[in-house]
């Protein structure tokens, strides 16, 4: 499946945070930090830019899919 070009990071975490089970820990300047703690505690930060950069969008879904011990197609597939 072909990346988001035009995602932003507030649609990312919302995405992250009603679908993949973390929550919103809190804010530092423009990063979002979601922490989750199933199966394994997690913290993740999440830049609150339009767009988010492709490289950044590919760690941010390499952690997650890690994490969640999912493949990435099936979160690119949540958003």
Do not use: F
């Amino acid at each position: 499946m072909k990346l988001p070009r035009d995602i932003s990071g507030r649609h990312l975490v919302r995405s992250l945070c009603r679908q993949w089970g973390y929550r919103q820990v809190h804010q530092v300047g423009s990063h979002i930090i979601l922490q989750t703690d199933l199966p394994e505690h997690h913290r993740l930060s999440v830049p609150d830019h339009t767009p988010l950069r492709l490289g950044t969008l590919i760690s941010i879904l390499r952690a997650v899919a890690q994490a969640k011990k999912v493949d990435r197609e099936a979160i690119l597939n949540s958003l």
